[in-house]
């Protein structure tokens, strides 16, 4: 798996994001995905994780989906924009 372009954490409970890209009238566009994840050790030591949330995660899931969300805003592709019928002011 490659390297998530950003992770927002909060305790156990992470938000990846990456960058897929998909081809669209012969144009390549981003779509960021977001992978929410709660990181745990086994008793044997080794780091797991689920998707699985309790009670007490869900606000921290809350919050870092959140961020990644407003992140995801923040850095846009302008094909990005545009192939969702978003408009997009060019300087």
Known sequence: MSKPEKV??????RAAIFRN????N???????????EVRFKDKSGQWQSTNSLSL??????TLV???AYAYCLEH??????ESQGVPVQKF
């Open 8 to 13: 927002f954490k909060a305790g156990a409970v």
């Open 21 to 24: 890209t998909f081809e669209k």
């Open 26 to 36: 012969g144009v390549s566009v981003p779509l960021p995905k977001i992978i929410l």
């Open 56 to 61: 007490n995660e869900v606000p921290k899931a």
């Open 65 to 67: 989906l959140q961020q």
């Open 76 to 81: 846009r592709e302008p094909e990005e924009e």
